[in-house]
C-alpha cells in the first residue's frame, strides 16, 4: 500500500519561498498513470488543487498559481517537491501530497498533511 508523508518548515517569512518535499513509499513515482499532487486547505476554507507531476515527468499547474508554483521530483529518493514562491500570510494553510489517477483531482493516496504558517 503506498504511503506519503510531508515534510519541510512549518513556519515561512513573507516573500520567501516555500517547499516541501513528499516522500513515497509503498510505490515508485514513475508508475505510469498516476499523478503526483499537490493540494492545500487554508483555514476554514475548502482544498485547492496545486498542481501535479505526471509518472512521465510532466508538470500541471493550477492556473491560479502557477506562476509562483514549481513541482519537481527526484527519482531517486522516490521523492517529489513543491516550491511556492513569494508567499503571502494568504499561503498559511495545511499542505498534502498525494497520488491520483486517471485525473490529477482523482485522488485515491494522501499524505497525513503539514501545517506551513506564513509570518514574520
Known amino acids: 500500500q503506498v504511503q506519503l508523508q510531508e515534510s519541510g518548515p512549518g513556519l515561512v517569512k513573507p516573500s520567501q519561498t516555500l517547499s516541501l518535499t513528499c516522500t513515497v513509499s509503498g510505490g515508485s513515482i514513475r508508475t505510469n498513470v498516476y499523478y503526483w499532487t499537490w493540494i492545500r486547505q487554508p483555514p476554514g476554507k475548502g482544498l485547492e488543487w496545486m498542481g501535479a507531476?505526471?509518472?512521465?515527468?510532466?508538470?500541471y499547474y493550477n492556473p491560479s498559481l502557477k506562476s509562483r508554483t514549481s513541482i519537481s521530483r527526484d527519482t531517486s529518493k522516490n521523492q517529489f517537491t513543491l516550491q511556492l514562491s513569494s508567499v503571502t500570510p494568504e499561503d498559511t494553510a495545511v499542505y498534502y501530497c498525494?497520488?491520483?489517477?486517471?485525473?490529477?483531482?482523482?485522488?485515491?493516496?494522501w499524505g497525513q498533511g503539514t501545517l506551513v504558517t506564513v509570518s514574520s
Open positions: 498525494a497520488r491520483a489517477g486517471g485525473l490529477p483531482t482523482s485522488w485515491d493516496a
Open positions: 507531476i505526471y509518472s512521465s515527468g510532466s508538470t
